[in-house]
């Protein structure tokens, strides 16, 4: 694929920013500079740092464009626009920003942490949204595995897709969409769905243009009615050789710590072990001595709906701490999460303190508050109160939360 | 740097260390919540308000946001980084290391200064504290309580300098800064703008797009200050102040649209009908305009200010961007033109730029002011509309200063008295333009939904979509 050096380029909206000055004052490489008309950013400059965005008090600072990295928007330009120009005024191939729907999927799943969390320091610096609805990559089918027992409840599979030539690039914890083929009651396209990818960065098959993603089939909502998942029936369906339009990669913050020494607290339930499985593997592939700990906490009804059961039961014990949680087991009492996180009380206290651990929630919902609920009494067990550490876990990015 | 949570008073200043101080100021804090409960917003204690928080003063933390009760709101102190070997910009201490304690022989006008920037704020509280019951949505609540808790926090903010550094005095007047009372006969504010009322939505916007400008520039002056605790209390408040002005800039503008809207609807101009089609016409918010510029161009002080000329000399407030001019930041030469009444016109007159500071600080307001109107014209240029607001001349309708009484028609013309009885009905809002903002006003609480006389602003805060419950009542 002979693709042009696309950039993304940072601009701000000329009709909603009131030229407060907040945002050059930010800025720590004074990559903002205004005149008498405009604040714009300069393209050269900018590292996408994102240090500018919190502090606008408008949300004008937060626009983006792809670009064609030798027809960037010039300071000049920029600086005597009335209106922001539309997404694809200066290159065939520039596209529009992370579609609305992605945006809104997104912002659910992050509601939790009640602000925008940046990623860890130490991660790499992510891909995001290099095709887009209007121009998706295709992508083939590798395999498509059941991972529940045939008897269990649910049908989540583990799908590997394979991108031929074309390059799409991710990190653990980022996620793909999928946009189903055909067109919904209203004759409007599908919406698009986000999967987290369940394989490491260099791909489920090391070295080749591949990846995996973990697939519920929905066959009821939340509250056990009956409702048939468009996108998710189509994915589990699926078989070998056949194509699927893919669309991202996103997320910019659900991603990993690459610091030696950095350890991960996980906690998931259900199709949330994707991104703990690619965060996992990675590890696993590139193991070294002064690696931090890796602590798993993972949810499910029984060990045969539990996906990755085997595999999981496989790993060494001095390279992953893993604590099962199964809520319908016969003959047993109920156990969450939230219970094993309590049982391990002083590990998940150190790791707490611990400025080197971060820590990743990613399941249903209902499983946020109890797993919070759970930090604050080990908080207070060990002498600390967590509410007060929250906003130091917030501003330093070791907290990050995706549930659905 | 983080904030210290866990105290009592979250602060990155080190309160714990010094037990004196935190002992004055946990003395302090009760009195002020005191005062929140009896002049903060009425009957809002309840209400779980999506506001956002300070955890440190870095980019990454000063904005997180979540519910909160505003009584439990953590009001606290911060203060910028210091910069490392800060020099005083400016005045007859220019290129000295900046002052981390007070000159004794400046206390005094330092004490003043502090005392009444402190003083506006409680003070704006006050004056919006029966908003909540009117609010036009969620939205616009929420930004109203977001306003009022950090002006809330600037107070602490003047009050933390007053105790930790004028000592038994600076303790007496942080006490006065909650006795003084917004429009009190007995007791007022200290600066008039700050005793009026903020009746209804449209004048909370001007109010914010006006008079919390001002705060910016004073703001800003004070960023300049050689006393360095000043300098850096001041930088920090100006990321906050930022979002007061975004309240009203968007505010104003999502009432032109709304009226724009309207008049395209209906094919007229005509006040009478628009507002019997619920929205406010724009010659009375050309009116409202006029009584927020004047007013709040007052604040900045007499035109020629001696005082002003010591507290640039001594190096207690610097310009407008102080270190972004080019000349040597001393002016003992200089001058800056100012207007004066000569005969029956109004000239510009050379006047030592020293002594011309408030008219310098009042001009650099007026510029950024006038680039905020001209982007609420575009609202009525994408509409078609035919008509622009402006702003009226500095010398209209002044209480302070050599205009102060001299009645001067917008355009800059000096009238009679007659001529100014007979102008102003077209001038200022009369009896029944307020009368009709006001009957717009009553609250609307369901998430997503507007007031019919204002459009709903294009995205929510923190991304949040519009319908988003900004406030919930419980």
Same mark, same amino acid.
């Given at each position: ?73 010039? !300071? ?38 009640g ?76 919406? !698009? ?50 194509? !699927?339009?893919? !669309? ?137 109160d967590?509410d007060a550490?929250w906003p ?13 | 740097?983080?904030?210290?949570y866990?105290q009592k008073i979250p ?14 100021l946990e003395h302090w804090q009760p009195e002020f919540l005191n005062w929140w409960a009896d002049m903060g917003p009425d009957g809002s204690a309840a209400f779980d308000v999506y506001l956002r928080t300070a955890v ?7 904005a997180n946001f979540g519910y909160v009760k505003m009584p439990d709101y953590r009001w606290g102190i ?9 020099? #005083? ?29 402190g003083?506006t704020e409680p003070a704006s509280v006050e004056q919006q504290r029966h908003l909540g019951l009117t609010a036009p949505s969620l939205y616009d609540l929420r930004n109203l309580f977001q306003i009022n808790v950090e002006e809330g926090r600037h107070l602490w903010a003047?009050v ?14 942080a006490e006065?800064l909650l006795e003084r009372r917004s429009g009190d006969?007995?007791?007022?504010r200290?600066?008039?703008?700050f005793?009026?009322r903020t009746p209804d939505w449209?004048?909370f916007?001007?109010f914010t ?31 906050e102040?930022?979002h007061h002005?975004?309240v009203?800039?968007?505010? #104003? ?188 006003m009553g609250r609307v609480a369901e998430p ?13 805060i923190n991304?949040q979509?519009?319908?988003f419950e900004y406030v919930r009542f419980n």
């Amino acid at each position: 694929m002979n693709a042009p050096d696309l950039a993304l380029q940072h601009v701000i909206d000329p009709e909603i920013c009131i030229r407060c000055n907040t945002c050059e004052e930010t800025c720590p490489i004074d990559a903002v500079t205004h005149d008498e008309r405009n604040y714009v950013v300069k393209f050269e400059v900018c590292n996408g740092c994102n240090a500018c965005v919190p502090p606008c008090p408008t949300g004008a600072i937060d626009n983006w464009r792809h670009v064609a990295r030798a027809q960037a928007y010039t !300071v000049e330009e920029q600086l005597s626009w009335d209106v922001l120009p539309p997404q694809t005024a200066s290159t065939e191939t520039a596209e529009t920003a992370i579609p609305e729907e992605v945006q809104r999927l997104t912002a659910e799943a992050t509601a939790g942490l009640g602000t925008a969390v940046a990623a860890p320091w130490s991660a790499e610096k992510p891909s995001v949204n290099l095709f887009t609805p209007r121009n998706p990559v295709t992508a083939t089918v590798a395999g498509n595995f059941r991972l529940t027992e045939d008897g269990a409840s649910s049908d989540i599979r583990h799908i590997v897709l394979d991108f031929g030539g074309a390059v799409f690039p991710v990190l653990e914890g980022q996620s793909i969409g999928v946009i189903a083929p055909g067109t919904d009651a209203n004759g409007k396209p599908h919406y !698009v769905r986000l999967y987290s990818v369940a394989s490491p960065r260099d791909g489920e098959r090391p070295g080749y243009s591949n990846l995996s993603i973990t697939v519920k089939r929905v066959d009821e909502d939340h509250d056990g009615k009956p409702v048939r998942g468009v996108c998710s029936n189509y994915l589990c369906d699926l078989r070998k050789g056949d194509t !699927v339009q893919v !669309v991202g990669p996103y997320g910019t913050s659900f991603l990993m710590p690459n610091h030696p020494g950095a350890s991960l607290l996980m906690i998931c339930t259900g199709t949330g072990s994707a991104p703990m499985r690619a965060m996992t593997e990675r590890r696993r592939r590139n193991r070294a001595s002064g690696d931090g700990k890796l602590l798993l906490f993972f949810g499910a009804r029984a060990p045969g709906e539990l996906p990755y059961f085997g595999p999981l039961m496989k790993l060494p014990k001095d390279f992953i701490d893993i604590n099962l949680a199964f809520s319908r087991v016969t003959g047993q009492p109920k156990q969450y999460v939230q219970d094993l996180v309590r049982a391990r009380a002083a590990d998940v206290a150190t790791m707490l303190s611990d400025e080197n651990c971060y820590i990743y929630i990613c399941g249903l919902k209902g499983m946020e508050g109890g797993v919070l609920e759970a930090f604050r009494d080990v908080a207070r067990q060990h002498g600390f109160d967590f509410d007060a550490l929250w906003p130091q876990l917030l501003a330093s990015n070791r907290i990050h939360i995706e549930t659905y | 740097m983080n904030i210290d949570y866990s105290q009592k008073i979250p602060n990155n200043v080190g309160l714990s260390d010094d037990r004196t101080l935190q002992r004055a100021l946990e003395h302090w804090q009760p009195e002020f919540l005191n005062w929140w409960a009896d002049m903060g917003p009425d009957g809002s204690a309840a209400f779980d308000v999506y506001l956002r928080t300070a955890v440190s003063v870095d980019p990454a933390g000063w904005a997180n946001f979540g519910y909160v009760k505003m009584p439990d709101y953590r009001w606290g102190i911060f203060l910028n980084p210091a910069e490392t070997d800060r020099r #005083i910009g400016f005045g007859d201490h220019k290129g000295e290391p900046a002052w981390q304690e007070i000159p004794g022989e400046y206390r005094a006008n330092l004490r003043r200064i502090v005392v009444t920037q402190g003083d506006t704020e409680p003070a704006s509280v006050e004056q919006q504290r029966h908003l909540g019951l009117t609010a036009p949505s969620l939205y616009d609540l929420r930004n109203l309580f977001q306003i009022n808790v950090e002006e809330g926090r600037h107070l602490w903010a003047m009050v933390y300098l007053l105790h930790r550094y004028f000592g038994r005095d600076g303790r007496e007047e942080a006490e006065a800064l909650l006795e003084r009372r917004s429009g009190d006969q007995d007791n007022p504010r200290i600066l008039g703008a700050f005793n009026e009322r903020t009746p209804d939505w449209l004048s909370f916007f001007l109010f914010t797009f006006f008079t919390d400008r001002d705060g910016k520039f004073q703001l800003c002056a004070l960023a300049e200050s050689g006393f360095d605790p000043l300098a850096r209390t001041t930088r920090f408040m100006l990321t906050e102040e930022a979002h007061h002005m975004f309240v009203g800039e968007s505010g #104003i503008a999502r009432i032109l649209q709304r009226t724009c809207e309207v008049m395209n609807q209906h094919k007229t101009d005509d006040p009478a009908t628009l507002r019997s089609l619920g929205v406010i016409d724009l010659p009375a918010i050309q009116r409202y305009l006029n009584f927020h510029y004047s007013v709040t161009i007052d604040l900045f002080g007499a035109d020629l200010s001696s005082n002003a000329a010591t507290f640039y000399s001594t190096g207690i407030k610097g310009r407008f961007e102080e270190s972004k001019l080019t000349d040597d930041h001393v002016l003992k030469d200089a001058t800056y033109p100012v207007l004066e009444i000569s005969g029956s016109e109004i000239v510009t007159r050379e006047a030592p730029a020293l002594n011309a500071l408030n008219e310098k600080l009042r001009d650099d307001y007026i510029r950024d002011t006038l680039a905020g109107v001209g982007r609420w014209n575009k609202v009525m240029q994408k509409n078609g509309i035919d008509f622009q607001l402006t702003v009226p001349h500095k010398a209209f309708n002044r209480q302070i200063g050599s205009f102060a009484g001299v009645k001067v028609a917008p355009d800059g013309r000096i009238i009679s008295a007659a001529d100014w009885e007979a102008g102003v009905r077209s001038w200022l809002p009369t009896d029944e333009d307020k009368a009709y903002v006001q009957s717009l006003m009553g609250r609307v609480a369901e998430p997503g939904k507007f007031a019919h006389w204002i459009a709903p602003p294009p995205m929510g805060i923190n991304k949040q979509p519009l319908d988003f419950e900004y406030v919930r009542f419980n």
